[in-house]
């Protein structure tokens, strides 16, 4: 069976042929970085990293690349109230991000093109869409003629008279037309700018990704991916730029997950239900974060709440269990019965069923049924006098092969005895006294892995579990 995928362009499932066979071209819209990623944010980077995981387990090689946007009005505004460097704060937070990420158990793309680093090739792209007349020159800012891209609309599904402004489009009578959008903003005193032949300034939000992906990967895309929100009018501007500055077709297949709502409300700084990665895994395993946004179809809403998590570490737990107690007998069996040709096609039949849910449209919360199949049949396994090596190695590797696919972990890192703590923290004392400050930062981090928290008192240093 194809793999098949959910393209909001056709609105259609559709079977997946990548431009190349065997080869996969994958973009994934990334964060803005003048802040920690929010839990919204967060649901992307775990559904398409399992996207990219499965197609790489079906035998496809993917060239994943998601973008970092480092110059914009957030990052500016963030860099002023905080008195920092724009280059600064945003190196800061990238370096948060990939911390976020790796603990969500996410791998990192392929490349991660930053818009400081494509100025030069943002510049130019504009200039062919000048060039074409998609695009003019208005006091300073350089903006593109919407209603001249025919096609307009085609990915958010509205007729062009229809649209109303979208987040980012600022209407101004520097505008030809209050729908058209800006790829480039005139400086303003004290802002970090470039200079063009139309005046100095920077790129507007929606021509980095065309630019990105056309320096990545050429013309046209198997996949083009990110959050509901950045349908309209991120993804409909990509479109609108990118197809009038090759004349080709962008991307083949376009995916879009759902929003994350808190306690059944819409996430909002105003509702104070805003809540960051850097925190909330601070309080809970992220692996348990990650397997409860997979419970749920990529494209449904999902509603985040701390019933809903513990039920989410409750359901990991079991099959981390089912693994735990498997390891065990396997240190005691003796092969005292044969294999069971039953037992073996449940595990075949599992494994079916696990794939035959990714290959409709990534449907990780069927494939978790597989999984949880699986587990209650190789604890109705256990409850036999008598096991099979063979068949209880089938059920762990099988296991254990599903849930790496899925990316998630079912052996726990082990938690380091209150002793090899104290030793630990007394080796990295000396280390410091004796100026040994390599092996004083790996004991460090170590701890940190740990969730071990350092106080220093009049007494010495002290520590807790967090």
Not at 162 to 191: Q, S, Y
Not at 403 to 412: A, D, H, R, Y
């Amino acid at each position: 069976m194809a793999i098949q995928i959910f393209n909001s362009l056709t609105r259609e499932k559709e079977n997946f042929k990548p431009i190349e066979e065997g080869k996969v071209r994958m973009y994934v819209c990334g964060p803005t970085v003048y802040n920690y990623i929010h839990i919204g944010n967060s649901r992307p980077v775990v559904v398409y990293d399992t996207v990219r995981r499965y197609l790489t387990y079906r035998g496809y090689e993917v060239d994943y690349v998601s973008n970092f946007t480092d110059v914009d009005d957030k990052i500016i505004k963030a860099a002023n109230e905080l008195g920092e460097d724009v280059s600064e704060l945003t190196e800061r937070f990238i370096n948060a991000y990939f911390e976020d990420i790796t603990a969500l158990g996410a791998q990192k793309a392929d490349a991660h093109p930053r818009v400081t680093e494509h100025m030069d090739e943002i510049i130019e792209f504009i200039e062919v869409l000048i060039e074409k007349d998609y695009a003019y020159v208005s006091e300073g800012d350089v903006y593109y003629r919407t209603r001249k891209f025919k096609n307009y609309g085609q990915l958010s599904h509205q007729s062009v008279d229809d649209l109303k402004v979208g987040a980012r489009i600022e209407a101004g009578t520097k505008k030809e037309d209050p729908l058209d959008f800006a790829l480039w903003k005139a400086a303003k005193p004290g802002e970090i700018s470039w200079e063009t032949s139309w005046g100095e300034g920077r790129p507007g939000w929606h021509i980095e990704c065309s630019v990105m992906v056309h320096n990545h990967f050429g013309d046209t895309i198997d996949i083009h991916a990110g959050g509901q929100d950045l349908k309209f009018p991120h993804h409909e501007n990509e479109i609108a730029q990118s197809e009038a500055y090759s004349d080709k077709k962008f991307a083949n297949y376009w995916m879009h997950n759902g929003y994350i709502n808190i306690d059944n409300e819409k996430m909002s700084k105003s509702l104070g239900n805003f809540i960051l990665v850097h925190d909330i895994i601070q309080q809970i395993d992220p692996q348990v974060l990650r397997f409860f946004i997979l419970s749920v179809h990529y494209r449904n809403p999902i509603n985040f709440s701390q019933d809903l998590v513990e039920a989410a570490g409750n359901s990991l737990d079991r099959l981390r269990t089912t693994v735990q107690n498997l390891n065990h007998r396997l240190t005691a069996t003796t092969n005292l019965v044969e294999v069971d040709a039953a037992e073996m096609k449940t595990i075949e039949d599992a494994k079916a069923y696990f794939i035959e849910s990714m290959d409709d449209d990534f449907n990780t919360a069927n494939a978790i049924a597989a999984l949880f199949n699986l587990s209650t049949a190789a604890n109705k396994y256990l409850t036999a006098a008598n096991t099979n090596e063979e068949v209880l190695n089938a059920y762990k590797s099988t296991l254990e092969e599903l849930t790496e696919v899925l990316g998630i972990q079912l052996v726990q890192k082990e938690e380091l005895l209150d002793a090899e703590v104290d030793a630990l923290i007394e080796e990295r004392q000396q280390a410091r006294k004796d100026r040994n400050f390599s092996r004083s930062d790996e004991i460090r981090d170590i701890l940190k892995e740990q969730n071990i928290i350092l106080e220093d008192t009049r007494q010495g240093v002290r520590w807790k579990r967090g």
